[in-house]
């Protein structure tokens, strides 16, 4: 299983350190060129900004729900964080606070979806039979997505007399529990199945639909 994350627009401001090693983060050879690109195009001055570990540096909701730094090393390995500034991240990685919104258009950039999915689609794994856990919002999912591995997406409804209602506030927390519940498992769900099993023994209220785990709320 690997588990997708979106960015968050909270982050921390990390305290004088050392600046950010482009060298040293995940899938560097196929995404490295278009990080320097927008970099430039965005403020080169990041470059000398202090880093931190990437778990540590986005604090939005998700990120609060699902504790990152927490979890062991192991677990923190089946996971990658999307960006539209580093293109995909572990959390490992060290990186500065940024601001980049997925709305930003940068010249001789463009969308940052558009920039990204050729790169994305070389660097990232993808393999017939892996499970691909997706708590990303829309404008990321849009730079990437699997052609062989199963996509599993993860969705917040709520129940009114029988009446499905997608509950958008609650997304992202939703989204950080269910990820947490699945990264402790003793073992790791291999198939949508066994992710719901997870899901469900954390108690949560799921339904399988045919690429989606939904979370009643």
């Known amino acids: 299983m690997l588990v997708l994350l979106p960015p968050s627009e909270g982050k921390a401001q990390r305290e004088p350190g050392e600046p950010v090693d482009l060298g040293s ?8 060129e278009r990080r320097e ?7 080169p001055g990041l470059r000398m900004a202090p880093a931190a570990p990437a778990a540590e540096v986005y604090t939005g909701v998700l990120f609060q729900r699902l504790r990152l730094p927490e979890l062991p090393a ?14 995909m991240v572990r959390p490992s990685d060290g990186i500065p606070h940024y601001r980049f ?3 930003t258009r940068l010249e001789g950039i463009g969308p940052p979806a558009t920039y990204w999915r050729p790169a994305l689609a070389e660097a990232l794994p993808d393999k017939e039979g892996d499970l691909i856990v997706d708590m990303r ?12 591995a199963t996509l599993l997406g993860v969705r917040a409804f709520s129940d009114n007399g029988g009446k499905r209602k997608p509950v958008t506030h609650m997304t992202k927390a939703v989204r950080g529990e269910v990820a947490r519940a699945l990264l402790r498992a003793k073992q790791a769900p291999a198939d949508p199945d066994a992710a719901a099993t997870i899901a469900e023994s954390a108690g949560f209220t799921v339904e399988l639909g045919d690429s989606s785990l939904d979370v009643i709320v």
């Open 101 to 103: 919104s997925p709305k």
């Open 137 to 148: 919002s829309g404008p990321y999912v849009a730079a990437w997505k699997p052609q062989r």
């Open 37 to 43: 690109e927008l970099l430039d195009a965005l403020d």
């Open 25 to 32: 983060l995940a899938f560097a050879a196929e995404l490295g």
């Open 74 to 87: 192991k677990a923190q390995r089946r996971v990658l964080i999307a960006s539209f500034l580093w293109g």
